[in-house]
């Protein structure tokens, strides 16, 4: 994560809300990784586990900067495998213009985020690579939640998560600006990017994400390269954006759901539509 660190060059306005709460659909994370529904935060992982030491690195890197790199993931074969339903399916047509909250229908929404995106559960025809991809995610999110001695992941209780939002930046300089994942609260903790560019120069190309984690004075600067996945708190701790970029560029995101978080946030909008209907 060091290594990323920048200092801040650029300034762009903040505060920009990403879509309405209902506009994320929702998933569920069971059936994935062990049953964790009932674990209490003192589950014995098992160091000879293939995830313990990546799980070891997303809780201190997590706990420490708040934004975590992982790269060669699934390895190269599954990654291309990944890739390979990702183009097939944005050749299909059914990607959509990225929305917006704070203006939905605004006619120059493009202006903020110019992104293409398209949102699945990974057992639909075709992305069977993809729901393997979200498992792989799931399990590491899940038992650095559970794990003993797990930080500031600690600080949550993961239940659950959005359905995958693959994204596409068509070139031509789409990008999205500085923003908050989750300025208001809304449920969600943690968002996991897992990009799919294969020879990705950010020199030519752009498409760089630019993190000003709260508080700091520097950026993180991740390149958007193939098989790398990245975490980082969705809340207003790591405000970010995506610069522009001159090649496709594709990436897949899910949210994770702290669960009192999101019971609030349920409880919050079911009282303002009770309040609304009584008038
Ligand atoms: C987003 C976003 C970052 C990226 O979709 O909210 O910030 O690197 N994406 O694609
Ligand atoms: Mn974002």
């Not at 506009?23 to 003192?42: I, R, T």
Request: hydrophobic share 35%; proline share 5%.
């Amino acid at each position: 994560m060091n290594s990323y660190l920048r200092s801040p060059h650029i300034k762009y306005n903040s505060g920009i809300d990403r879509v309405k709460m209902k506009e994320y659909p929702e998933d569920s994370v069971k059936g994935s990784a062990a049953p964790f529904s009932n674990m209490l935060n003192s589950y014995y992982m098992d160091p000879t586990d293939p995830c313990y030491e990546i799980c070891q690195r997303v809780i201190r890197d997590m706990t420490q900067y708040g934004v975590c790199v992982l790269n060669n993931f699934l390895g190269r074969e599954r990654g291309l495998l990944v890739l390979n339903e990702v183009l097939q399916m944005y050749r299909s047509g059914i990607f959509k213009a990225g929305q917006l909250v704070s203006n939905p229908g605004c006619t120059d929404a493009q202006t903020i985020r110019s992104d293409r995106i398209t949102w699945i559960d990974g057992k639909e025809p075709h992305c069977y690579h993809i729901g393997q991809l979200i498992s792989q995610v799931d399990n590491i999110i899940l038992k650095a939640n559970k794990m003993a001695n797990n930080g500031k992941m600690g600080d949550y209780n993961i239940d659950g998560r959005t359905k995958a939002m693959v994204a596409c930046y068509p070139g031509s300089g789409s990008h999205y600006v500085k923003h908050v994942d989750n300025p208001n609260k809304d449920g969600r903790c943690i968002t996991a990017i897992y990009y799919l560019n294969l020879d990705w120069d950010v020199r030519k190309y752009g498409g760089l994400l630019r993190v000003f984690p709260e508080g700091l004075n520097q950026v993180a600067d991740i390149e958007p390269i193939f098989d790398r996945i990245l975490f980082f708190w969705s809340d207003r701790r790591n405000p970010h954006e995506v610069q522009p970029a001159y090649a496709t560029r594709y990436a897949i995101t899910l949210w994770y759901f702290d669960s009192h978080e999101k019971a609030a946030a349920r409880k919050k909008l079911k009282e303002r539509g009770e309040a609304s209907s009584s008038k």
